[in-house]
């Protein structure tokens, strides 16, 4: 069965310092990983998708098969970037999101 | 505006008293969620459809039912919600091979006293 794994509930860091939320999934198939957002009193928003290897907001997330990883990853982090974050796997013939626990990230001033 | 829209927001109900909570969704998707979060636990899916009369069930099913009768509307029902029901309860909509992004609600607040 899939398992997406935060191991961190609670990050702090320094604004313009270097922030990194970890991932690390267990999967059988082919992944396809996600990392959504949940800034206070919004919805929960996707931020980007492994797939498209793209950079939103400054974060970027590298695919490792080879840790199982899926670390999200921002060079100099701002206050606007305290949310919730959450690293999602699509898996199955019905391409299900399973959801880790979450990692609240506060960036102080 | 596209969005899915959950109601109602807030609710405090007693041991028992059987609710729902509506979902609808503006956007044509096939598919449509409903997940519960809980502090330290994440999201967990509960039931899910494909689409208009499919329906099944996710992680944690236990205590709730479902039903998809139109495309945009997919309720929640706690026949007999329990006191372990209190959680923040999310809709989420996508179209069908759309991977991975789907829409939220906003949430419906639960408590069951």
């Known amino acids: 069965a899939q398992r997406v794994t935060q191991p961190e509930k609670l990050l702090s860091v320094f604004k313009g310092a270097p922030v990194e939320l970890k991932c690390n999934y267990s999967?059988?198939?082919?992944?396809?990983l996600f990392w959504y957002v949940q800034y206070s009193r919004q919805r929960l928003q996707l931020l980007l998708r492994?797939?498209s290897r793209e950079s939103i907001k400054g974060f970027t997330a590298d695919l490792n098969k080879g840790e199982t990883s899926f670390h999200l990853k921002k060079p100099f982090a701002q206050e606007e970037d305290s949310a919730m974050y959450y690293c999602?796997?699509?898996?199955?013939?019905?391409?299900?999101?399973?959801f880790g626990s979450g990692t609240q990230l506060t960036v102080l001033p | 505006e596209a969005q899915v829209t959950q109601n109602p927001r807030y609710l405090i109900t007693v041991t028992g008293k059987k609710l729902t909570v509506t979902c609808s969704q503006n956007?044509?998707?096939?598919?449509m969620s409903w997940y519960r979060q809980d502090p330290g636990l994440g999201l967990r899916q509960i039931y899910y459809?494909?689409?208009?009369?499919?329906?099944d069930k996710g992680d944690v099913p236990e205590g709730y039912k479902v039903s998809r009768k139109e495309k945009r509307n997919f309720p929640l029902i706690l026949e007999s919600p329990s006191p372990n029901q209190t959680s923040l309860y999310f809709c989420?909509?996508?179209?069908?091979?759309?991977?991975?992004?789907?829409?939220f609600g906003e949430g419906s607040r639960l408590t069951v006293l």
């Open positions: 492994h797939i």
């Open positions: 999967y059988s198939g082919s992944p396809e």
């Open positions: 956007m044509n998707h096939e598919y």
């Open positions: 459809s494909m689409n208009v009369e499919v329906t």
């Open positions: 989420a909509s996508r179209k069908t091979g759309a991977t991975g992004e789907l829409f």
């Open positions: 999602a796997l699509s898996s199955g013939s019905a391409r299900q999101l399973t």
